[in-house]
């Protein structure tokens, strides 16, 4: 049976792309697993779930080394245990199966996988001295998610917390009960409630 995995690292990215690709390599839309997780860790629910069902003949389908894993090692760990299992491994980056019989095949592979982790320290690399220049160069910088803006629907939201519960106001205001809690801590916070 044949099997596609997509991932991308962001919440904010699109796994479509990856999916199409999949599809134009004949993985029937039902099984194709994708997920929105860091590719630097192997506990990705999506794939746990696609490697238990995986038996020997099946065939799994990438569309780059990097969507295994961006360390090199737990990419060249999950294709070894893949042909471990007798599961071929397609990746469309190499437009060719991975066979470490064939050296040429598996240069190529390992070459991608140090890109891809290459890549990722570059990434990372990149954000932290981002981080420090605007720690150094902006007195108002800090970590973390920006403070949300006060609306008028946010102080309705305060105003009805008053007098009902979280979760009463959450379930009557259509915002969750940790937005809740956090609107009525800014509001506190910043001195914008009358009372």
């Known amino acids: 049976m044949k099997f596609g995995y997509a991932r991308v690292s962001g919440l904010s990215q699109d796994l479509e792309q990856q999916k199409q690709q999949l599809k134009d390599h004949d993985v029937p839309e039902e099984n194709i697993y994708a997920e929105k997780f860091t590719g ?8 746990q779930k696609l490697y238990k069902q995986l038996r020997k003949g099946d065939e ?4 780059k080394v990097d969507r295994i894993g961006r360390s090199v090692k737990v990419a060249i760990d999950i294709v070894n245990d893949l042909l471990d299992k007798g599961v071929k491994v397609y990746i469309i980056q190499l437009n060719n199966y991975v066979n470490r019989s064939d050296f040429m ?10 890109m891809a982790e290459f890549e990722h320290d570059m990434i990372v690399d990149r954000l932290a001295q981002g981080k420090a220049y605007a720690k150094a160069h902006n007195p108002n910088y800090h970590e973390g998610r920006p403070k949300r803006t006060i609306t008028n629907r946010y102080k309705a939201v305060y105003e009805y917390s008053l007098d009902h519960s979280i979760r009463e106001t959450a379930l009557a205001t259509g915002v969750s009960e940790s937005t809740v809690k956090r609107i009525k801590r800014q509001i506190r916070q910043e001195g914008l409630n009358n009372n």
């Open 40 to 47: 630097t860790t192997e506990d990705r629910p999506e794939w």
């Open 60 to 63: 799994v389908v990438f569309t």
């Open 105 to 114: 095949g598996k240069m190529s592979f390992n070459f991608l996988t140090i």
